[in-house]
């Protein structure tokens, strides 16, 4: 008894000294204008996220929510943070008091009235006298809507989901089919096609028994479910609802209750999200001013929210082979366009727990389609975006040491991938021409070619290391031909024909996307230029040399142009042509130091840095996309970035704070320290690693899991 109440002390003294890091987490960060972040709670890498929806088709409402909004619609199971595409959304339900018929269900909720916190939402319904409440497992989401002396009743939603257009509002879910028997639940399925063809299983619980007071009328031909208005009788106790999605069965959504909450206690649910939130938001531990501290903390909040483990929580029958979380996590909403540059290689620092788990999900996905996966959403791929991006993270992560996982059979799927013609690529013509002709590839033919000579570069990497020596040599010829879409005369990338012809009339400023056609992916010439990640001197010496190159980098930084009349709208935070709010301009910077010239990386960086990323619903200046955008500032802020993101070696900047500390595995820690870090003193003089310089400026990976002490000293 004695030691046990010892232990207990013990514990209790640890906890009130551990610092509670969700306290300097904006959760509404990023809610407003283009971020499409939202505000439902979440579990890091969670497969639930539970909020509130204001809008559910456009551009403005990919994530969900907008912050200007004044009405709620209803509160939904799952979301993804901060793309620029609208899925998900799934299984929507609206408390209300007063008469089941309505002509609108939406209602007021005051902003004073809400809160969120990671893990948690709170608003107060204005129209309905109900205070919402929102928290989560990993896979459950619970929701507390207590009344003020009225019966709660509830609108049921089922196929309300986040779309792309209006238009399409009912045209999503092509079949559907739901069991109402049990007078505490409703279980179902739906399949639906929007972004993503995808099916979801789903079960949905409460907290007393209702009877189906209104089945309403179908608002389309096209609509496949009812919506209902669930009656739970005159008590005016507060109602508590629990769902859990599964891409495999009904039996799975029910296990993961079973496992992670078989109860009702909403506030557990909710100290527990938030006990996993601190464990994961104190990997990094900062010395900052109240401001910058928060905008840090949401950062990491907004990269560890994806991808998000899927895998139903308990054992059930499973059509995807998708077994316990636990034991074999399925990762999806992994939007590696964006998340290969930064966002990967930051959880091979801070969270190599799911590193395993991600690299083994990438071949479920090619064990479903015969090829590694693009853009992953709810189980499936929607092929979305451009390169074939889970061969950098793969070969990343085998590169630096992991083990979870067997090289030969992703190597071979890796070989495939890239050289066997699928729904994304011919590579025909890319190994017949040395490039993608913008008459064969009729958009985005200069982006793929870089893009995919990139993961060309790392299949080389993995060839070689695992010594398939011919393989590698192919690989490597590919990597080069980045070489055929660089004009000499023009010193920029530049599309041709399948003749060698450049395109003519060229225009560098006139941005491209696969929705209006020219050759770059939501870019132009100039921010694509510099996209040669793996060959840094081989672009800096077609470009003339150091002097050239540089010289021409500041261009990049002073030029306006128009963009043309094509799809911008993804291209935003710009300084000059460097486009911030878009992932493809994220190591442009980090180029100077790797040309000599550390001190105008070191003024730019913090420019960035300071300006578009603020503390507030305004506070992305572009999409945050899956974690992205977060990862680049707590990179800069370090003071290193992963401009080849496939190896593990980082490219010092300058760093942004006076002290950070990473709490590694095995109880090691890595400290960057910035002596003499002031608005005037920005620049680095030197750095030492553990008290001896550090060579060519460059970090290994290998050198901050050994753990130690980065020291800069700014002039």
Known sequence: MKKALLAALLLTAACARSVDYTQYVNVFAGTDGAGHCHPCATTPFGAIQAGPQTGNFGWDWCGGYQWADTLIQGFTQNRISGTGSSELGDLMMQPFTGEALRDDYR????????????????????????????????????????????????????QSAQIGSEQRMFHRVTEAWQDWSDSTRVTGFTHSKAWNDRVIWYDIEFSRPYTVAAVLPLRDTAERIARRVLDFGPSTEPLLVKAA????????????????????DFDAVREKAKQAWNEHLGRIDIDADPVHRRIFYTAMYHLMQHPGNIADAGPAADKLDIADSAQAPFYSTMSLWDTFRAAHPLFTIL????????????????????????????????????????????????????????????????????????????????????????????????????????????????????????????????????????????????????????????????????KTGGAFTEGNSWQYTWHVLQDVPGLIEAMGGREAFVTKLDSLFTLTGDLGSGETVDVSGLVGQYAHGNEPSHHVIYLYTLAGSPDKAAELLHEVWES??????????????????????????????????????????????????????????????????????????????????????????EDILKGGTLEFTMQ
């Not at 929701?143 to 049921?156: C, D, F, M, T, W």
């Open 107 to 158: 209602s007021r909720f005051a902003k004073d009235g809400e809160t969120a916190s990671p893990g948690y939402y709170r608003c107060h319904l204005d129209d309905f006298g109900i205070t919402a409440e929102v928290s989560c497992t990993p896979h459950v989401a619970i929701h507390r809507y207590s009344p003020e002396g009225a019966p709660v009743k509830l609108l049921l939603d089922l």
């Open 245 to 264: 999605i599964s891409v495999s069965s009904v039996e799975g959504a029910r296990g993961s209750i079973a496992a992670e909450l078989p109860g009702w």
């Open 351 to 514: 969270c190599p727990e799911i590193v395993d788990g991600v690299v083994n999900s990438c071949m479920r996905y090619y064990a479903q389609q015969g090829f590694l996966p693009i853009w992953t959403l709810g189980g499936t791929d929607n092929y979305g975006m451009i390169g074939n991006h889970s061969v950098p993270v793969i070969v990343d992560a085998w590169m630096k040491g992991f083990k979870g996982f067997d090289p030969e059979t992703l190597y071979q799927a890796i070989r495939r991938s890239l050289t066997e013609d699928h729904i994304k690529y011919d590579w025909g013509a890319y190994d017949r021409c040395g490039y993608f002709p913008d008459d064969v590839t009729l958009v985005e033919s200069v982006s793929r070619t870089l893009e995919c000579s990139f993961d060309d570069w790392c299949a080389a990497r993995m060839a070689e290391g695992l010594g398939h020596t011919e393989d590698a040599a192919f690989f490597d010829k590919r990597a080069g031909y980045w070489h055929n879409v660089f004009d000499p005369e023009l010193k920029l990338m530049r599309a041709r024909d399948s003749q060698g012809r450049w395109e003519t009339p060229f225009d560098p400023f006139k941005v491209g996307h696969w």
């Open 612 to 701: 578009q990323y603020k503390d507030g619903p305004d506070g992305l200046s572009g999409n945050d996309d899956c974690g992205q955008m977060s990862a680049w500032y707590i990179f800069t802020a370090l003071g290193f970035y992963p401009v080849n993101p496939c190896g593990g070696q980082y490219v010092i900047g300058a760093p942004q704070l006076p002290r950070m500390t990473l709490k590694l595995p095995g109880g090691k820690s890595f400290t960057v320290l910035a002596k003499g870090l002031s608005p005037e003193r920005r620049h680095v003089a030197s750095v030492r690693l553990n008290g001896k310089p550090l060579d060519k400026w460059t970090l290994l990976h």
